[in-house]
């Protein structure tokens, strides 16, 4: 059974930075594409970054691009958000997602396996 266990949220100012981890357990990482997508309260859930599986493709939604860096270590089975110059919209529960042999998608139906979610809440 796959797991996605994200931590790293918190209460942060405008400006500051957050780094998410998402732990994988019962799935190898290197045949795993992943993403991390997040859901305001009252929004829809939206995209925000993804990594491929092998050769490494990363996309990032426009909200996010130049100040937040997915990236994957797979000898730790781990993938991080690394969230730069954080403004008060981005203010959400952050999942992270994955599916085996996967391209960096952006759409959540794509992926099969979800975490619980961490709160990230950036006061202006």
């Known amino acids: 059974q796959v797991q996605l266990v994200e931590s790293g949220g918190g209460l942060v100012h405008t400006g500051d930075s957050l780094k998410l981890s998402c732990v994988v357990s019962?799935?190898?990482?290197?045949?795993?594409?992943m993403a991390w997508f997040r859901q305001a309260p009252g929004k829809e859930r939206e995209f925000v970054a993804a990594?491929?599986?092998?050769?490494?493709?990363?996309v990032y939604s426009d909200s996010v691009t130049g100040r937040f860096t997915i990236a994957r270590d797979n000898a730790k089975n781990t993938v991080y958000l690394q969230m730069d110059k954080l403004k008060p919209e981005d203010t959400a529960v952050y999942y992270c997602?994955?599916?085996?042999?996967?391209?960096?998608?952006?759409?959540?139906?794509?992926?099969?396996?979800w975490g619980q979610g961490t709160q990230v809440s950036v006061s202006s």
């Open positions: 997602a994955g599916t085996r042999f996967g391209a960096a998608d952006r759409e959540s139906r794509m992926y099969v396996d």
């Open positions: 019962g799935q190898t990482l290197t045949s795993y594409a």
């Open positions: 990594i491929s599986w092998g050769l490494i493709n990363t």
